[in-house]
């Protein structure tokens, strides 16, 4: 056995083995597992239509989780990137209902104001964490919460439908402010380009620049990158709003491309997702598109399980974690086992 | 009338605090040993679910408690694994299991949604609980409140007046000082994360079997991202970090006060159940920011000294730091 | 107790730690073990207490083998080791670090350790404050904890690793009295682990001296100390050269100047340093000189005063003005605070280039980290991370990455645990920086090196900055007994007749 094949297929014992803890937890509830996976599976691939909404549930997975490939570069858990993701839902959302503009300079505007206000609720995480000295993770947390209160807050009252607020949303968007979709399927073509480039943009940000150059060294040691002479905050502050203009981004498209409207829950935990695609990535922008769609299948493919066997469509969510947890295990077990066969190499040595 | 309503209201705020001191105590049991259990949310979450159906399914509510209480030792024990024997990156493997967590609950939890089921008695102690004023308000509850006292007072004093206390203490804070005195330091840490991980699954049957009964889709609410705030709040000491606990149901109660209010009667529900959580995190924002630094240091720096110890605590020397033997 | 080590063998990957050592500690004297850095001594001792496992090898204890799987087994077994940096709790107090050795009990007895604590103080005229914080005393008063710590679990033999670094004159004048006390009267053996011949001279009754990993000889007292040289370093060391510079303008000017942490407090420290001068730090740890030197790098809120580098006042500027005013900072930790692990030579040396353009062209930057590699000597390749290079390498990384034409430099221990060679290599490169006009500033805890190295000493003490001292007319005993806080009759005479 080569050893490329041998990689090949240590990279997949971790899938292997969140198959066999779904398929476990299958068998406990009483389900038969190959009917569950072979639901899912027709969930997502069945029709062109579904596989058009696979294609666009990838959009924000990519946008969002190339976005967190920056700040995790960089060191930072943005866990904020919920609220960013509102955020730029939120502006988007002001421009569609405010702007009376022909498609072109509408559908441009919302895009653009939307990566403007994830960009500033990154930035203000950034602020949080190196002003305040708050753990990303619990400032992220606390603008979540204040993102999701503001959206709630501006459906309830200043955007309110005519017949009464709801959690249903807004009233949809004029027609110039939806994105065009290919024909009857409701995938956005612009919004697939815009992930892609996204893909290729931060790739050869993070490569071949002395900002990316300079975040990675902030990830790897902040102290030492520091007094070496990097601009820690502007450079801290700027990865935050980078990775908080393409969840805004993200935003913007689900509100334009997807509801036509905007939503409660806009977000939809895509952020949360996001990160574990970025973890399964090991922050590399490249291996973004692959996973997330993956991610994507499972998340278009699972509600089927509701109608066809009556579970909870959250296995597809199962599924996701428990590759991520697994990956991580079995890179670990690896290197505690190359540890130990060192140590065993010198004694014998000696 | 009005003291009434007070007592009535604190009584019904220490119950609703409850599980946050359980949880947060528990971690502060775990970090104090230097481990970093980032899964509460989804460990709460999952043991809240396995609580209740548990207590559903055998009709025994002590049953569901067990149960709950494993759930959270075993996400631990995972945690501890993970980060202890692997040495991987604790907040990471955390994080990806509170996500687990919450998505298992939903999955394994979706036959017992919304299904009326038991709950743990209510429990007045004779006489303590006739005492006026603080009777109802500390010993009118039921056994699982009792338990979240319990476990502050016993915590505070396993850490700092016991033996082994002492040792969880080196742990945490120099595991290579503790190891040349002869302590096993990752099997002590293995044990502390299992049990802080067991109050966490209590800290779980008491939302789904005590203060919010039954199950739904996320049942549990972020209250696991609060109690790891809590933990920083508190300064990883007991008492401060119950303090901190009840503050936090202090601000629940305020909001669901406010939210009667007729002047309020424009701002959704989700408002004020989701302020108190984002109101938390900005405390943590004001002990810990350098504006308070700015502050103390036109005190004299021994009221400083004073202070600062007051509002703030270190954390433990370790945390986070695997321990490799040479 | 007799100890013996036969023939210890230990090796960390290709290094060859300890090749073969085989040494005999009677009972009732005190061992000195020398050798300069790397030789490998404090790995022996590690193997001898239980922290290490030998590869190969025996040890014995009155004539019977043993091994330790754990420190707490050599402690059961009477051998117990004081480290350089004393293995203790600082976040906790004296009584809670001496109570945690004992066994296994639910409650501890305090008012038992107490009495314990206090008793042992009283033999050997130590004062420790049993309610005080830990990481409050100063490390000689730390290392007298430990001592009580393992006498009190009933150590027989007692190891102390470099003792003498970082603590006053009269802290080890104090300290070489108990040792004499443990040896002679109460019958204990000391192995006394330094690189420093004259106080392994004073100290000691038997001397082994390691050379690279193995024994390269033994001697008693007396001790011819040219003997002891040549053992140590295989030669005799010639005496080290300094071409002197001329004296440029001040470079920094430093006036009155109040920084305080929450610790201490520097207050009305006054400096002048002129281009190509070298200044010595000294004091002992936490008494001030670093965090007087931070402040002279911008890393530190100063509350009063003035700090002007080349005639520009920086006071309250931040890091990036000093650094972009030509002044370096290279903190003690090589990778804590240094280097960035996980990435390559020739990614450093591209993010040190601040002046570089946005995009990166990698394949000049490799040509340029090869350039640089040869030219300081590094063993390494532009694609090895910085992690993978020994100690000394690592120290001649950070010296390839301070950019030319530097105003002031300011080094933090510049050559700790690196080996005679390594550290006359630093030396070097720092002193020819002095002819581009470079002044240095260095913190230092070897006195020697202080005093060899430096133009002007300035010491501290408790935040105190004392006037600045002559190298060349200052002597070992007068640092010494500044350090502690104590001035000598010749330092009073000196000043009166100033």
């Given at each position: 056995m080569g050893p490329r094949v041998k990689d090949i297929l240590l990279g997949l014992l971790p899938i292997l083995l969140a198959l066999l803890f779904t398929t476990g937890i299958l068998l406990a509830v009483g389900a038969s597992p190959w009917e569950a996976y072979r639901s899912i599976l027709e969930g997502a691939f069945e029709s062109p239509e579904k596989v058009a909404d696979v294609v666009a549930a990838c959009v924000p997975l990519i946008l969002c989780g190339v976005g967190m490939c920056i700040t995790f570069i960089a060191g930072q858990w943005n866990v904020g990137i919920e609220g960013q993701i509102i955020l730029g839902a939120i502006f988007a959302t002001w421009a569609a209902r405010n702007l009376p503009w022909p498609r072109v300079p509408i559908l441009t505007t919302m895009l653009l104001l939307g990566m403007l206000g994830g960009a500033l609720w990154g930035f203000l995480a950034g602020l949080l964490k190196v002003?305040?000295?708050?753990?990303e993770i619990f400032g992220g947390l606390g603008l979540n919460y204040a993102a999701q209160g503001l959206a709630i807050w501006l459906i309830f009252n200043p955007w309110k439908p005519a017949d009464g607020a709801t959690?249903?949303?807004?009233d949809p968007f004029p027609d110039p402010a939806w994105m065009p979709r290919l024909g009857h399927l409701r995938v956005a073509p612009l919004a697939v380009i815009l992930a892609l480039l996204s893909v290729v943009v931060v790739y050869f940000l993070l490569r071949g620049t002395r900002w990316g150059l300079e975040l990675k060294a902030l990830g790897k040691n902040f102290r030492s990158a520091f007094l070496l002479g990097v601009p820690s905050t502007p450079r801290l502050l700027t990865a935050f709003a980078a990775c908080g203009a393409l969840a805004g981004l993200a935003g913007a498209i689900r509100c334009?491309?997807?509801?036509?409207r905007m939503i409660p829950e806009i977000s939809g935990g895509q952020g949360y997702l996001s990160l574990l695609v970025a973890l399964l990535a090991g922050y590399r922008p490249q291996w973004v598109p692959l996973i997330a769609l993956f991610f994507a299948a499972l998340g278009v493919g699972s509600p089927r399980l509701e109608l066809d066997l009556h579970l909870d469509s959250s296995l597809g969510g199962v599924l996701e974690a428990s590759v991520v947890l697994a990956v991580m295990l079995v890179g670990g077990l690896r290197a505690l086992l190359a540890r130990r066969r060192a140590q065993v190499g010198m004694e014998e040595a000696a | 009338m009005e003291i009434e309503f007070l007592v009535q209201t604190l009584s019904s705020l220490v119950a609703a605090a409850s599980p946050v001191v359980l949880a947060s105590i528990g971690e502060t049991i775990s970090e104090k040993s230097g481990v970093i259990n980032l899964s509460l949310d989804g460990s709460i979450a999952l043991s809240a679910m396995t609580g209740f159906a548990v207590a559903f399914t055998t009709g025994s509510v002590w049953l569901g408690m067990l149960a709950a209480m494993a759930v959270g030792a075993l996400m631990a024990l995972v945690v501890a694994f993970a980060s202890i024997t692997l040495r991987l990156e604790q907040v990471a493997v955390g994080f990806v299991l509170a996500m687990l967590g919450l998505e298992l609950a939903d999955f394994l939890g979706n036959p017992f949604v919304r299904k009326p089921g038991p709950s743990v008695p209510h429990w007045p102690i004779p006489y303590l609980s006739e005492v006026p004023i603080l009777g109802p308000i500390l010993f009118d509850q039921n056994l699982v409140v009792y338990l979240s006292f319990l476990a502050v007072v016993v915590t505070w004093w396993w850490i700092y007046k016991t033996q082994p206390g002492l040792k969880l203490q080196g742990v945490g804070e120099r595991p290579e000082s503790a190891f040349a005195r002869g302590v096993n330091v990752n099997r002590l840490r293995y044990i502390y994360t299992v049990v802080g991980g067991a109050l966490v699954g209590l800290a779980g049957a008491s939302y789904s079997l005590s203060i919010k009964l039954g199950w739904s889709h996320r049942h549990t609410f972020g209250i696991g991202w609060i109690a790891l705030a809590i933990v920083i709040f508190g300064g990883w000491d007991p008492w401060r970090v119950a303090a901190g606990s009840y503050l936090f149901g202090l601000l629940k109660a305020l909001g669901s006060i406010l939210q009667r209010n007729p002047a309020f009667a424009n701002v959704p529900t989700q408002i004020f159940s989701s302020a108190p959580f984002a109101l938390m995190i900005f405390a943590l924002l004001l002990i810990s920011s350098e504006g308070v630094d700015r502050l103390l240091a036109l005190l004299p720096p021994r009221v400083a000294r004073r202070i600062d110890r007051a509002i703030r605590g270190r954390p433990p020397g370790g945390l986070g730091r695997p321990f490799v033997q040479e | 107790m007799k100890v013996e080590l036969v023939e210890i063998k230990k090796y960390f990957g290709p290094v060859r730690a300890n090749d073969g050592v085989s040494m005999t500690v009677e009972p009732g004297t005190i061992h000195g073990l020398l050798g300069e850095n790397g030789a490998g001594k404090t790995t022996l001792m590690k193997c001898l207490s239980g922290y290490l496992h030998p590869d190969g090898g025996k040890i014995l204890i009155d004539g019977r083998p043993v091994a330790f799987a754990s420190p707490a087994e050599a402690i059961g077994h009477g051998i117990g080791m004081l480290h350089q940096d004393p293995l203790d709790f600082p976040q906790m107090r004296v009584l809670d670090n001496f109570l945690l050795a004992f066994d296994d009990r639910l409650m501890p007895d305090r008012r038992e350790g107490l009495r314990l604590l206090r008793e042992l103080g009283r033999r050997f005229h130590f004062d420790l404050d049993p309610d005080a914080e830990v990481g409050r005393l100063t490390v000689g008063e730390r290392q007298q904890l430990e001592i009580l710590r393992l006498l009190a679990l009933g150590a027989r033999v007692i190891i102390l690793d470099e003792p003498t670094t970082g603590i006053s004159a009269p802290q080890k004048a104090q300290l070489f009295e108990t040792l004499r006390l443990l040896a002679e009267e109460e019958g204990r053996s000391v192995i006394f682990v330094s690189h420093k011949l004259e106080e392994v001279e004073t100290l000691c009754d038997r001397v082994t001296v390691l050379r690279q990993g193995k024994v390269a000889g033994e001697a008693e007292k007396p001790f011819s100390v040219d003997r002891l040289v040549e053992m140590m370093f295989g030669r005799s060391l010639p005496p080290p050269t300094r071409p002197p510079v001329p004296l440029g303008p001040p470079v920094l000017e430093v006036e009155d100047l109040t920084v305080a942490s929450y610790r201490l407090a520097v207050e009305g420290a006054s400096l002048e340093v002129r281009a190509g001068e070298v200044i010595g730090l000294a004091g002992l740890e936490g008494s001030g000189q670093r965090l007087f030197m931070r402040a002279c790098a911008g890393l530190e809120r100063v509350t009063a005063g003035r700090i002007v580098v080349d005639g520009r006042d920086l006071t309250g500027a931040p890091y990036r003005r000093f650094l972009e005013a030509g002044v370096a900072y290279l903190p003690a930790g090589r990778l804590e605070e240094g280097l960035i692990p996980g990435l390559t030579l020739t990614e450093h040396f591209a993010l040190v280039e601040r002046e570089g353009p946005f995009l990166i062209d990698w394949k000049a930057a490799r040509e340029q980290a090869l350039e640089r590699i040869r030219h300081y000597n590094i063993v390494g390749r532009p694609e090895t991370t910085v992690e993978a290079l020994s100690g000394g390498n690592q120290q001649r990384v950070l010296l390839a990455l301070l950019p030319h034409g530097l105003r002031l430099l300011l080094l933090e221990?510049?050559?700790?645990?690196?080996d005679v060679e390594s550290a006359n290599w630093v030396w070097q490169q720092l002193l020819a920086r002095r002819e581009e006009g470079t002044a240095i500033l260095f913190i230092s805890a070897d006195l020697d090196e202080l005093l060899e190295r430096a133009d002007r000493i300035v010491v501290f003490f408790a935040g105190r900055m004392m006037e600045p001292l002559v190298a060349e007319q200052t002597t070992v005993e007068q640092l010494g007994y500044l350090i502690g806080g104590k001035t000598t009759k010749t330092q009073r005479a000196r000043r009166f007749s100033l």
């Open positions: 002003y305040g000295k708050v753990h959690m249903s949303g807004t334009s491309a997807r509801y036509g | - | 221990h510049p050559t700790r645990g690196l």
